[in-house]
């Protein structure tokens, strides 16, 4: 018997985007038309590196630069068995946040290449699909404060923001950009449709290794 393989989707782009809100209302549209899907994010808090993420990013330790993205990078691998296992199944997973934000953020920093950065990641299953929610730092401002956590300032998210605009240069990726600073529906109307052709586009095909 054979069955057709989940599509691994991501939804990338600055903070207050949108993408959370929007990985949980298209699971649950896929959901409703009868399709497998589950949500995954990154950093994933759960585990023991997730937790030393979750505690650096809460600022309640610190760590050193290139040893931090290498935990975020880490945690990635370590649900690599899982998400491949789940879309052997047939199951869809939509993921908020992934390698790019890693490269993105990290990059960010001062001293710190593109290359240097995607370098732990190059090999991890890779996405059929990256939508990239954009939304301008005056649309970003005007949806209210950043929180309290490290990165959240307009200063760092405007550098982030060049960074991923570099990673959508590499065609390699199917990348598409979503203008987010619509309403939630019809954002959500574009992600849906988006979604629903790649996953009968992947189906047939096998999982790509990112960045090889
Ligand atoms: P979250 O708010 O979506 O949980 O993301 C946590 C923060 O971690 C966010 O500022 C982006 C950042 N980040 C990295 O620096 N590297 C990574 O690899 C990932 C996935 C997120």
Known sequence: MSCRRGALIVLEGVDRAGKTTQCQTLVQALQQSGREAEIMRFPDRTTKIGQLISSYLEKKSNLE?????????????????????????????????????????????????????????????????????????????NRGEYGTERYETSAFQRTVSQRFEELMQDSSINWKVI????????????IKLLSEDIISLAENQPVGELWK
């Open 179 to 190: 203008d987010a600073a619509r309403t939630i529906e019809e954002v959500h109307k574009d």
């Open 65 to 141: 630069d290139h040893t931090v993205h290498l935990l975020f990078s880490a945690n990635r691998w370590e649900m690599v068995p899982l998400m491949k296992q789940k879309l052997e199944q047939g199951i869809n997973l939509v993921v908020d946040r992934y390698a790019f934000s890693g490269v993105a953020f990290t990059s960010a920093k001062p001293g710190f290449s593109l290359e240097w950065c995607m370098n732990p990641d190059v090999g991890l299953p890779k996405p059929d699909l990256v939508m990239f929610l954009q939304l301008n730092p005056t649309a970003a401002a």
